[in-house]
T-cell receptor
Framework: GENVEQHPSTLSVQEGDSAVIKCTYSDSASNYFPWYKQELGKRPQLIIDIRSNVGEKKDQRIAVTLNKTAKHFSLHITETQPEDSAVYFCAAGGTGFQKLVFGTGTRLLVSP | EPEVTQTPSHQVTQMGQEVILRCVPISNHLYFYWYRQILGQKVEFLVSFYNNEISEKSEIFDDQFSVERPDGSNFTLKIRSTKLEDSAMYFC???????????FGPGTRLTVL
């Protein structure tokens, strides 16, 4: 089955810096890659997603890139703010199946 | 903006007791899911439900677990005889199109004593 690896497990940056979180997946049938932000004690919130027919997608300060050949995808946050502090999870899924397989999460801490 | 809702927010139960966790998915969504998250760990898939039947389940979802859509709005997860290791946050999610665009509820924290 699908396996998703995520790095780093923790990431500390200064406000205004960029942050990059990387994930790799194992199942070449996966073609949908969402990112979720989870604040302490709250639900995972879908912040951006990408399908395998595109290589990059942007939404204001966040972007996701996908390399299908290498089976890895990354989340990029620019001009980080303290409210970006949270745990970020990548996941993999596909139109041929319904479940999402999550990575182990990255705790992002943005210091003012 | 419509959201997935879940009740209760916190459930405390004794080992061996039955619990039912309730969810109201987003109204026009057709795919429903249960995931769980043990404290400090990743989110794990339990089961997906479409067209009034289970479409996929993980090895965690054994005979002690069952799901039901008893009416047009609710989606429930039942654990027949809870174990200590069932203690976790249980999230319900729903989507219009399978894996794509799954939205999560606020979760039910289950504590088994």
């Amino acid at each position: 089955g699908e396996n998703v690896e995520q790095h780093p497990s923790t990431l500390s940056v200064q406000e205004g810096d960029s942050a990059v979180i990387k994930c790799t997946y194992s199942d070449s049938a996966s073609n949908y890659f969402p990112w979720y932000k989870q604040e302490l004690g709250k639900r995972p919130q879908l912040i951006i997603d990408i399908r395998s027919n595109v290589g990059e997608k942007k939404d204001q300060r966040i972007a996701v890139t996908l390399n299908k050949t290498a089976k890895h995808f990354s989340l990029h946050i620019t001009e980080t703010q303290p409210e970006d502090s949270a745990v970020y999870f990548c996941a993999a899924g596909g139109t041929g199946f319904q479940k999402l397989v999550f990575g182990t999460g990255t705790r992002l801490l943005v210091s003012p | 903006e419509p959201e997935v809702t879940q009740t209760p927010s916190h459930q405390v139960t004794q080992m061996g007791q039955e619990v039912i966790l309730r969810c109201v998915p987003i109204s026009n969504h057709l795919y429903f899911y249960w995931y769980r998250q043990i404290l400090g760990q990743k989110v794990e898939f339990l089961v997906s439900f479409y067209n009034n039947e289970i479409s996929e389940k993980s090895e965690i979802f054994d005979d002690q677990f069952s799901v039901e859509r008893p009416d047009g709005s609710n989606f429930t997860l039942k654990i027949r005889s809870t174990k200590l290791e069932d203690s976790a946050m249980y999230f319900c999610a729903s989507s219009e199109a399978g894996a794509l665009g799954q939205f999560f509820g606020p979760g039910t924290r289950l504590t088994v004593l």
